[in-house]
């Protein structure tokens, strides 16, 4: 079973940034391609950006262009990196795979508020 761990949230102002952590047990393609995912009070969580193992990326269209997601070298961590946040970026993010899920963990919180 892999063990996923999400850190780095935050409380940030609007235009601010942040950079989220992943780590997985056995590697962070251990799922195939990976993904994160986000989840505000009183919504579905919501894929925002995926990573394939061949280094394709795909972007929500509501963070394209200010959302990155990488690995490291390693290929052990998987990062988000935010810029310009929003209000509306306020969330629990995730990590997960993007078809093979495991156990999802608890999550990291982002707020964006002034």
């Known amino acids: 079973q892999v063990h996923l761990v999400e850190s780095g949230g935050g409380l940030v102002q609007p235009g601010g940034s942040l950079r989220l952590s992943c780590t997985a047990s056995?590697?962070?393609?251990?799922?195939?391609?990976m993904a994160w995912y986000r989840q505000a009070p009183g919504k579905q969580r919501e894929l925002v950006a995926s990573l394939s193992i061949t280094s394709d990326t795909n972007y929500a269209n509501s963070v394209h262009g200010r959302f990155t997601i990488s690995t490291d070298n390693a290929k052990n961590t998987m990062f988000l990196q935010m810029n310009n946040l929003k209000p509306e970026d306020t969330a629990v993010y995730y990590c997960?795979?993007?078809?093979?899920?495991?156990?999802w963990g608890q999550g990291t919180q982002v707020t964006v508020s002034s």
């Open positions: 056995g590697g962070i393609f251990s799922l195939g391609t």
């Open positions: 997960n795979g993007a078809t093979r899920r495991a156990t």
